[in-house]
């Protein structure tokens, strides 16, 4: 059974930072690439970045050059550096492997980008 848990959300002011924290447990070894996603109020839930097990990472257009993903694999932690924040940064984040599957879906860490 695989278990992400996700840490380090708060409030921010724009242009603030905070780092997120995925924890995983469970039978991770097969999971070749994470992701890290948002849902903002009354939207659909979103990719934001994603990294193989590689290393290799992507982001989404609207947060690429501010946002940084990384992996520890001896903690089996992904983190999430949200830097120069922006109030359309707001929203309930999650870690799960890429593709999503349905059932890792955790709680979330709520974000809040104050303007």
């Known amino acids: 059974q695989v278990q992400f848990m996700e840490s380090g959300g708060g409030l921010v002011q724009a242009g603030g930072s905070l780092r997120l924290s995925c924890a995983a447990s469970?039978?991770?070894?097969?999971?070749?690439?994470m992701g890290w996603y948002r849902q903002a109020p009354g939207k659909q839930r979103e990719l934001v970045a994603t990294?193989?097990?590689?290393?290799?990472?992507d982001y989404a257009y609207s947060v690429k050059e501010r946002f940084t993903i990384s992996r520890d694999p001896a903690t089996n932690t992904v983190y999430l550096q949200m830097n120069n924040s922006k109030p359309q940064d707001t929203a309930i984040y999650y870690c799960?492997?890429?593709?999503?599957?349905?059932?890792?879906w955790g709680q979330g860490t709520q974000v809040t980008v104050s303007s």
């Open positions: 799960n492997q890429h593709p999503p599957r349905e059932m890792y």
């Open positions: 990294i193989t097990r590689l290393g290799s990472t």
């Open positions: 469970g039978s991770i070894f097969g999971i070749n690439v």
